[in-house]
């Protein structure tokens, strides 16, 4: 540790990785979104029908027109993006 123990602003944090912080944000207003909302049935029925069906649905026709699945789409993707930073790792 350093001899001078300084506090850091919420604006330092921040400007140090502002998607990171913006993405813990959402991700805790969901999951609190979720506890406050649990218990209750009409909420649940409510994304039940209008949100995840309709979603899933959608996916299934999308995907519907690959002779894969969507899993091989996945490791395809990753493989790619791998290759290219190894690549540009390289090339840097």
Do not use: W
């Amino acid at each position: 540790m350093s001899e001078k123990s300084e506090r850091r602003t919420v604006n330092e944090l921040l400007a140090m990785a502002p998607v990171r912080h913006c993405l813990i944000l959402a991700s805790a207003a969901v999951i609190l979104f979720h506890l406050m909302t649990r218990n209750i049935r009409a909420v649940n029925v409510f994304f039940s029908e209008r949100l995840v069906q309709p979603a899933h649905r959608a996916m299934s026709v999308f995907f519907d027109l690959f002779p894969f699945s969507f899993a091989e789409i996945l490791i395809g993707i990753s493989a790619a993006v791998s290759l290219i930073y190894i690549v540009y790792s390289a090339i840097r």
